[in-house]
């Protein structure tokens, strides 16, 4: 399908990586040119290069998402180069097992700003632009928000604030005609999942008994699945959808476990 996204200059915070780079990826391969902004370098470097390989177009800006001055100069660097944004995915952020019991003041606070400050300030600081090309904006959420995982309550508590932010922005933003929507990740395959699942002595009984109880199929969702969904919303191919919370998660959230 074409998604009539040729040249359309879309920013891709963490999109060196995992789902990030996936969407990274899909987005080349529709003609836009994805603007990837994460802290690594090389890591950037690498995901530009091999979108460049491959004969499609994408630039990156090597910043630190949570410190919040970065996130203007990211914008500005974009806006600068370009002259214009039609589009923000915000996905950079971490599980990084904030608890109740383990946690502090200070490790909550950072769990915000590693999570889900910077989803706000580059938005804020994209908005001008954003209003000039009636972009659309696309946040990256965690199941966590509604499921609970434990020992986590940092990155739950900013997932609940990305889905908040979605509606709330979806209806400020109304008189702009700039749709905002999220796509809420559970049980998907990534290099983060990887390493975490590694961490188990019985990693193939681990991700056995996770599959299991995800109902389409009794696998994990890709990447690509995500990206793919991704690029529709921030599509015109999606042009009256705004507010949502898509899950794609074959199911997991929503569906009777007993089903697996």
Request: net charge negative; hydrophobic share 35%.
């Amino acid at each position: 399908m074409n998604l009539n996204l040729e040249h359309k200059i879309i920013i891709i915070s963490g999109g060196a990586k995992g789902i990030g780079n996936a969407i990274a990826k899909i987005l080349a391969e529709e003609k836009a040119l994805p603007v990837i902004i994460g802290r690594n370098e090389n890591d950037n470097k690498k995901a530009v290069q091999e979108i460049l390989d491959n004969g499609r177009n994408a630039d990156f800006v090597t910043t630190e998402l949570s410190q919040p001055e970065e996130c203007k100069k990211a914008i500005d660097a974009v806006a600068k180069k370009y002259g214009k944004i039609d589009g923000i995915v915000n996905n950079a952020g971490v599980n990084d097992g904030v608890g109740l019991e383990n946690g502090s003041y200070e490790g909550f606070i950072s769990s915000y700003h590693k999570n889900v400050v910077h989803y706000y300030l580059l938005v804020h600081h994209a908005l001008p632009y954003l209003k000039e090309s009636k972009g659309s904006i696309l946040n990256i959420g965690s199941k966590t928000a509604e499921t609970g995982q434990g020992g986590t309550s940092g990155y739950a508590a900013a997932n609940g604030a990305r889905n908040a932010l979605t509606r709330e922005w979806a209806v400020e933003l109304l008189p702009y005609s700039i749709r905002v929507n999220a796509i809420i990740v559970a049980e998907a395959w990534t290099p983060l999942y990887e390493s975490w699942i590694s961490t188990f002595e019985n990693r193939e009984e681990k991700l056995k008994s996770i599959t299991s109880k995800i109902p389409l199929e009794n696998r994990m969702t890709t990447s690509e699945e995500i990206a793919n969904m991704a690029a529709f919303l921030l599509s015109q191919k999606s042009s009256h959808t705004t507010g949502q919370l898509i899950h794609v998660d074959g199911g997991y959230v929503h569906l009777d476990r007993s089903l697996g």
